[in-house]
């Protein structure tokens, strides 16, 4: 029992350890899936900043070539207006109406003046943004573009100023100025041929900032993205934020912020942007747009090559915060993670709700198999009682109780059969039935083990046997004994050794043999007594003719002839006593017969001071038997009544139908003295009474019941002396019989109508 | 009218009884014998008018008898006298051709009515008889 407890809670323990294996499991393959799918989230972060960048780039690349092109045309513009011989000549009516015109066109460019200085230095020739023409004079001889114009070299090539804010007219700008030398050089109507001489420097001064936001201003990455650009010193001449404008790219980030380290933007710009190269890259700022925070942006850069003049070149640059690549990462990510999170949850609660269930489950089983453990540990005690309880039962039976299989083997057996055998030395068991009867008696049995080998049912017989050549009887019942597959396997006898009871049986037989035959004797016997007392009474009959009827002799005749009419009556009882079963049974109606009988006894019951109740059920149906006989009967429990009730007494006489409805019933119920216990056993034998000599033959009780046997009725009695209770005193016989059948009634309707021919 | 009657009965007292009876009360003249097997050879000699026999006798019982008898007197009425005495031994000996069965013990009067029935029977018969015959002739 231990045992298999130990063996259960191992086995539980293992299921258990396994459940908890394969959960640690799962958790660190969701924990893996999960460090897994933010792994490829920041993957994806990267390569989408990447892809992100690279469109900055083009956004970069886009704006520089935009700023180039607008370069390129102010540049072409400047050529363009310097081939004018109204400047060339500073024909006087015109040259204000030229430069207007070039002017209104390099405006949305940011050019805000065009300037003509003459040869000599000292005149400049102006038209400015406003579309005002004015002449001024001035020392400009000095100056740097005037120098450079000066060069012979330097003809057809156009000069560009520093980018600087202190420039006198536009204070506070960033201007710059592309100068070109002026030749005489065209020609027209005014001036037919050329000088080639030098006429002045004719430049323009432009708004760097203007020119370069109408570049970049439009330009947006992502939602908030934005360009700025420097030039080839690091200034700022384009930022959103106007007060970067004009300042240096290296410092003004720090003065704004000075917490925040900005060497990865400087790095960029000094190594890559100021280098004139292109590239993406990222760095930590403080801010975009209005928000103000650290955070990390992405940078594309492209340096700006006007194609004319290619000794500067400037860098635009366009930023976005990762913020916002993230961002947009983010909430898919999120999503993902909710999606993921919420499969992962789900599977961790079901994988707790499966385990839970599992170890509720295991529980329950447990207490299952600790109370079938418990119910079986019971039963068992119970079997082992019961066991001990038929064995005991087995053991102290006074019957022979033994297995044997199907050749008649004994396989096991009680003491009582061990006792039965005790002539035998040996151990009974493994012995067969050959050893123990008699040939014959044992292939008597044999044949009947066989039998309920293969009828598989219960024999009941009764047979002789020999034992050690004595000769027993018994009464045995084979049963057979079956396995778990239902398969007979031996066989359980039980005999009981009858002997003594067949020997008693068949002394009865002998005993019924015998009074029948003394039946049939007596019978013969009356018969022959006929003779005698017909002689006695004839004879006394003809002497009482013949002697003096008052004589002495006469009595005596009288008395010889009434003793004669005894002998007669006793073989009348005897012969209807002894009278074989007629043929022809009749039948009666039980109430009519009754009342036949009261009336014959009417007077009796008056002058014994007997009381009469009748409690006669009506209707009933007719019974076997022939009236007369009945009456017969009725007459002999009435009469033995009234001999009961000398002092008087009640008399009940009833009649009903038995329960099932197949007999009739008829009680006497007297309340005489009872009949004493020894003689309870002998009222229905012949000649057995009570009264005195002459006053009954001993025959009527026996007569009754062989008529009402006759017809296969019953009469019994129940009886207390007046010795044993004197107020339940009396006794009650009770008659019953068979209701008539359809067919003996027909019989009875019969003989009826034959009746009067006989 | 005296008559002849012949009683047979195996038992002699029973023969003196009958005798007694029947010679004290009536007129009739009583011939008896204790031999059935003698009974038929004195019906054929003697001018018998009833045969009073009793029914369980040695050599010959009643019903033997009364077939006997039969063969060699066909009016002879036959009283049978038996100490069985049922209904059905009565049916019995009547269908074989008794003319009436008493039972032992019986009462003197009971034989003396059945002699005078059975004589009065045996001549209105022989009457009958006689009468057809007569008719017959003429």
């Not at chain 1, 269930?357 to 447990?366: A, H, Y």
């Not at chain 1, 009556?569 to 009278?579: F, G, H, M, P, T």
Request: proline share 2%; hydrophobic share 40%.
């Amino acid at each position: 029992m231990k045992k298999e407890k130990t063996y259960f809670s191992e086995k539980y323990y293992n299921i258990r350890r396994t459940i908890i294996l394969a959960g640690i499991l799962v958790m660190v393959l969701l924990v893996v899936a999960f460090c897994l799918s933010m792994f490829s989230a920041g993957q994806m972060k990267e390569i989408i900043s990447e892809d992100f960048n690279r469109q900055q780039l083009v956004l970069a690349k886009y704006a520089a070539n935009r700023m180039e092109n607008s370069l390129d045309f102010i540049k072409r513009e400047l050529s363009l207006l310097n081939l004018s011989p109204s400047i060339q000549y500073l024909e006087k009516v015109s040259w204000a109406s030229r430069m207007n015109t070039t002017l209104s066109a390099v405006k949305d460019n940011g050019v805000l003046e065009i300037r003509f200085i003459d040869h000599k230095g000292r005149t400049a020739y102006i038209v400015d943004e406003r579309g005002m023409s004015h002449v001024i004079q001035g020392r400009f001889a000095d100056t740097d573009y005037y120098k450079w114009a000066s060069l012979k070299k330097n003809k057809n090539r156009i000069y560009a100023g520093e980018i600087t804010r202190e420039n006198e007219e536009y204070t506070g700008q960033l201007v710059m100025c592309l100068a070109i030398a002026t030749y005489e050089q065209s020609v027209d109507e005014a001036y037919p041929v050329a000088t080639g001489n030098l006429s002045g420097v004719l430049f323009f001064t432009i708004d760097v900032t203007r020119l370069v936001e109408n570049a970049v201003k439009s330009i947006k990455s992502g939602k908030t993205g934005y360009a700025w650009v420097i030039d080839n010193k690091g200034m700022f001449l384009y930022h959103p934020h106007r007060e970067f404008i004009g300042e240096d790219a290296f410092n003004v980030r720090a003065m704004r912020k000075s917490k925040i380290s900005f060497s990865q933007i400087n790095m960029i710009q000094k190594e890559k942007m100021l280098e004139g190269k292109e590239g993406t890259g990222r760095y930590t700022s403080g801010w975009h747009g209005g928000i103000e925070t650290e955070m990390k942006k992405l940078i594309a850069y492209a340096p700006i090559h006007p194609r004319t003049h290619s000794q500067f070149f400037w860098s635009v640059a366009v930023v976005a915060p990762l913020s916002e690549v993230e961002d947009a990462v983010h909430s898919v990510f999120i999503r993902q993670f909710y999606i993921q999170g919420s499969i992962f949850l789900a599977i961790i609660l079901g994988g707790v709700y499966i385990i839970s269930f599992e170890r509720r489950w295991s529980k329950t089983l447990e207490a299952e198999v600790m109370k079938k453990t418990q119910d079986l540990k019971n039963s068992l005690e119970e079997l082992k009682k019961s066991e001990e309880q038929y064995k005991t039962l087995v053991e102290s039976a006074e019957d022979l109780i033994f297995t044997v299989d199907e050749e008649g083997n004994i396989l096991s057996m009680n003491r009582c059969t061990a006792n039965f055998f005790r002539d035998f030395p040996d151990d009974l068991i493994g012995k067969t039935f050959r050893d123990l009867f008699s040939e014959e008696s044992a292939e008597l049995q044999l044949r009947i083990i066989r039998k309920v080998f293969n009828t598989e049912k219960n024999v009941n017989v009764k047979y002789p046997v020999e034992v050690g050549n004595r000769e027993y009887w018994f009464s045995s019942n084979f049963a057979p004994l079956k396995d778990e597959e239902g398969k007979v396997f031996a066989v359980l006898g039980i005999s009981r050794d009858i002997t003594k009871g067949k020997k008693l049986e068949e002394e009865q037989m002998y005993n019924t043999e015998k009074l029948a035959s003394l039946g049939n004797l007596s019978a013969g016997v009356a018969h022959e007594l006929n003779n005698p007392v017909a002689l006695i009474l004839g004879f006394s009959d003809i002497l009482l003719e013949k002697v003096e009827p008052d004589s002495k002799s006469h009595e005596i005749v009288k008395t010889i002839e009434r003793q004669a009419l005894n002998c007669k009556r006793i073989v009348e009882s005897i012969l209807s006593y002894a009278r074989h079963p007629e043929a022809i049974e009749y039948s009666a109606d039980v109430n009519e017969n009754i009342e036949k009988v009261i009336s014959v006894v009417k007077n009796i019951l008056v002058t014994e001071k007997i009381t009469l109740e009748k409690r006669l059920t009506k209707d009933l149906p007719k019974v076997r038997g022939d009236s007369g006989h009945l009456q017969q009967v009725f007459m002999n429990f009435v009469t033995n009544a009234f001999s009961a009730m000398k002092e008087g007494g009640v008399l009940t006489v009833s009649t009903n139908l038995n329960s099932a409805g197949n007999k009739v019933e008829i009680l006497f119920k007297d309340t005489g003295h009872g009949i004493k216990r020894e003689y309870r056993n002998k009222i229905f034998e012949a000649f057995f009474t009570t009264k005195k000599v002459g006053e009954g033959t001993g025959l009527g009780l026996s007569v009754s019941y062989g008529i009402i046997n006759k017809y296969n009725g019953d009469i019994s009695f129940e009886t207390v002396a007046e010795e044993e209770d004197m107020e339940r005193k009396g006794t009650t016989f009770k008659v019953s019989l068979p209701v008539a059948s359809l067919d003996s009634e027909h019989q009875t309707d019969q003989a009826q109508r034959l009746a009067p021919r006989i | 009218m005296a008559a002849q009657i012949l009683v047979v009965d195996d038992e002699l007292d029973m023969l003196a009884l009958l005798a007694m009876i029947i010679g004290e009360k009536t007129e009739h003249k009583v011939t008896t014998t204790n031999n059935a097997l003698e009974v038929p050879e004195l019906i054929k000699t003697g001018d018998y008018n009833l045969l009073i026999s009793d029914l369980k006798m040695p050599g010959m019982d009643g019903v033997e008898l009364i077939a006997e008898i039969r063969k060699i007197d066909k009016h002879i009425p036959i009283l049978i006298i038996t100490a069985y005495g049922s209904v059905e031994s009565a049916e019995e000996v009547i269908r074989k051709g008794a003319y009436d069965c008493i039972t032992k013990p019986f009462r003197k009067e009971q034989i003396l009515i059945s002699i005078d029935r059975a004589l009065e029977w045996q001549q209105m018969k022989k009457e009958l008889r006689q009468l057809k015959e007569k008719t017959v002739k003429r």
